[in-house]
């Protein structure tokens, strides 16, 4: 079935020692967002690639990077994290930005010790 | 910026009951979508419901529905005939209907959980 992949499902890292999270589609979507989803918050947009155009939501922070080296994958890039780093990590996708449904992925469950 | 606010963290209902979850949100803008995103333990967020600004019906699917009331900015999902299997966190969600780059997130609530007794 087509979906969106997200591994590893769960990911335990140091403070300060970088982790990479992986997003995968087989819906041949063309936007890819990653949001951030802290115990008993929303979920919270950090960025989104149209195509190959990235954009930056303007408070998210210098230590998450974003790339997409193809239309299929997504990574999610945690230069040094720290204890306020640990979240859900969602990864959605949208045919483009006139499809208004978003499809979302199981999500990365991140722990920073 | 648009906000979204759901107040109430947990609900429960009585399998085969009806309940319902309230959302409100607030906006300047005249056109824009709302969405009911549901997220089972463990499992990725799906789509239960989304409406339209511009319409004045009520969304429905099968058992769920809204009451949109756009003046009152408020958006609520009554689920009927409630499932052991509908119990999850829900999320209620704005989407600007004016597209950019920058529109097309969705603003989520901080979601309600919902637990069904048997």
């Known amino acids: 079935d087509a979906m969106v992949i997200q591994n590893p499902r769960y990911q335990v890292t140091q403070f300060g020692k970088p982790v990479t999270l992986s997003c995968s589609q087989t819906?041949?979507?063309?936007?890819m967002y990653w949001y951030q989803q802290k115990s008993s918050q929303a979920p919270k947009l950090l960025f989104h690639y149209y195509d190959k155009d990235f954009n930056n939501e303007a408070d998210t922070p210098d230590n998450f990077q974003s790339r997409r080296p193809n239309t299929s994958f997504c990574f999610l890039d945690i230069r040094s994290p720290g204890l306020g780093d640990a979240a859900m990590y969602l990864c959605a996708t949208s045919r483009d930005y006139l499809e208004n449904e978003q499809f979302f992925g199981p999500g990365t469950r991140l722990t920073v010790l | 910026a648009q906000t979204v606010t759901q107040s109430q963290p947990e609900m429960s209902v009585q399998e085969a009951e009806t309940v319902t979850l309230s959302c409100t949100y607030d906006?300047?803008?005249?056109?824009?979508?709302l969405f009911w995103y549901k997220q089972p333990p463990s499992r990725q967020m799906i789509l239960v419901i989304r409406q339209e600004a511009y319409k004045q019906q009520n969304a429905t699917e099968n058992r769920f529905s809204v009451n949109f009331q756009k003046a009152a900015k408020s958006f609520s999902l009554k689920i009927s005939d409630s499932q052991l299997g509908d119990a999850a966190m829900y999320f209620c969600?704005?989407?600007?209907?004016?597209?950019?780059?920058?529109?097309?997130?969705?603003?989520f609530g901080k979601g309600i959980t919902l637990s069904v007794r048997p």
């Open positions: 969600a704005y989407r600007s209907a004016f597209v950019t780059g920058a529109n097309s997130k969705l603003t």
């Open positions: 906006t300047s803008e005249s056109d824009y979508y």
């Open positions: 819906l041949n979507h063309n936007v």
